[in-house]
Every structure is written in structure tokens, then in C-alpha cells.
């Protein structure tokens, strides 16, 4: 089984400053890797897969790169509703599916 | 537009046991692999099951394999969990999830999820 580690556990960022995600797979995953936003009492919604394209209707300011092993999620200029807990999953090797354990975004 | 819900949460004691619903609808269900991710309180996510958009293969996180049963009926469109000798770790949000691209099973990512429903395993 792949394991998936985040990092940082959580990060504290102004509104409108840039927020660097970080996600490391136990093994490559290739670009076999997707993002997702998770807010208080809501499901999680897709923001990437395939490491870098962003999903149907997900603002210019998210990005994500990477492959092999090491994956980063950046947002390039904070807006309120992005402060939540964001996700990364593998789907490179599977069954099972592996997700991070979560990086909790906060207001500074 | 593409919506699936889940129902059938509730209460239970342990060692008993659960069946969840998820309808599906705005997509052709048939044409999908359709999963179950589920969600600790506080906690992160984690994948529970599978089936292939015809059915014809399962699978199973080690965690549930053996207690825990996926099913779908196409001429419903619902896909369904049985859960049976409920521990007190069960106890999560569960949400189905629908595949990434019709009859592809090579790329579970999940764009389309349900609302959730609570599963409490609790004497």
C-alpha cells in the first residue's frame, strides 16, 4: 500500500498571500495524483488530478505540480473560501486508494 | 446534473449490522465505477470499497474486507454497502463517490460525491 504524507499538518497564511501544499508518496506515483478541498460538514470537492489539471470550474489560482514522489499544491493569492482542509490522493497503485492525512489551511 | 445520495446511517450496537444506500442520477450509472470513501469524526479520508460499472469486480480496504459487502443495481441506479459486524471504529461519515470516466477503471479520482451519512457504532 502507498502511504501519502502532508505537510505541514497545518499552515497559517494572510488572505492574499501564496500557500505551498505538499504531498510525498511512499513510492512514484507517477502523475497519478489529484487534490481535493474539504470545508467543515461538506464532502470533498476536486480541485487537480493527474498532478497538474485543474477540475471543472476550479479558479486559475490553484495549481498543482509534480510526479514521482513529490507533489505540491500552491494557491497563489488567498481568498477566504479557501481556508479548509485540502487532501491529496493517489491512484497510480491501487486497489487500495491512499489518501494524505490532510493539511488544515488557517487565517493568519 | 450529476448527483448522488446517500442514506440509510443511523445508530447501531456493535457486532450488528448496516446497509447504505446511494442513488444516483443526471449520469448513465451503468456506464461508472462507483466507490465508498468514508470519514472518521476529526478524521481523514479513507477509501472503503469498489465495484466495477458492470459489477464484475469488487474490492475492499483491508479494514472492512470480509465484514463489508458492495452491491449495485443498474436498473436503480443505487449503489449499495452492506455492513455487517459493525465496530466501534466504523463509526464515520461515509460517502459514495463516482468514478473518474466511464468504463475506465485505471483512474479513481472522484469529482461527483454524495452528502455523507453519519454511522454511529455505539452500545
Known amino acids: 500500500e502507498i502511504v501519502m504524507t502532508q505537510s505541514p499538518a497545518t499552515l497559517s497564511v494572510s488572505p492574499g498571500e501564496r500557500a505551498t501544499l505538499s504531498c510525498r508518496a511512499s513510492?512514484?506515483?507517477?502523475?497519478?495524483l489529484a487534490w481535493y478541498q474539504q470545508k467543515p460538514g461538506q464532502a470533498p470537492r476536486l480541485l487537480i488530478y493527474g498532478a497538474s489539471t485543474r477540475a471543472t470550474g476550479i479558479p486559475a489560482r490553484f495549481s498543482g505540480s509534480g510526479s514521482g514522489t513529490e507533489f505540491t499544491l500552491t494557491i497563489s493569492s488567498l481568498q477566504s473560501e479557501d481556508f479548509a482542509v485540502y487532501y491529496c490522493q493517489q491512484y497510480n497503485n491501487w486497489p487500495p486508494v491512499t489518501f494524505g492525512q490532510g493539511t488544515r489551511l488557517e487565517i493568519k | 446534473q450529476v448527483q448522488v445520495v446517500e442514506s440509510g446511517g443511523g445508530v447501531v450496537q456493535p457486532g450488528r449490522s448496516l446497509r447504505l444506500s446511494c442513488a444516483a442520477s443526471g449520469f448513465t450509472f451503468s456506464n461508472y465505477g462507483m466507490h465508498w470513501v468514508r470519514q472518521g469524526p476529526g478524521k481523514g479520508l479513507e477509501w472503503v470499497a469498489v465495484?466495477?460499472?458492470?459489477?464484475?469486480?469488487?474490492y475492499y480496504a483491508d479494514s472492512v474486507k470480509g465484514r463489508f459487502t458492495i452491491s449495485r443495481d443498474n436498473s436503480k441506479n443505487t449503489l449499495y454497502l452492506q455492513m455487517n459486524s459493525l465496530r466501534a471504529e466504523d463509526t464515520a461519515v461515509y460517502y459514495c463517490?463516482?468514478?473518474?470516466?466511464?468504463?475506465?477503471?485505471?483512474?479513481?479520482?472522484?469529482?461527483?460525491w454524495g452528502q455523507g451519512t453519519l454511522v454511529t457504532v455505539s452500545s
Open positions: 513510492q512514484s506515483v507517477s502523475t497519478n
Open positions: 463517490a463516482r468514478d473518474s470516466d466511464p468504463w475506465d477503471m485505471t483512474t479513481p479520482y472522484f469529482e461527483y
Open positions: 465495484i466495477w460499472y458492470d459489477g464484475s469486480n469488487k
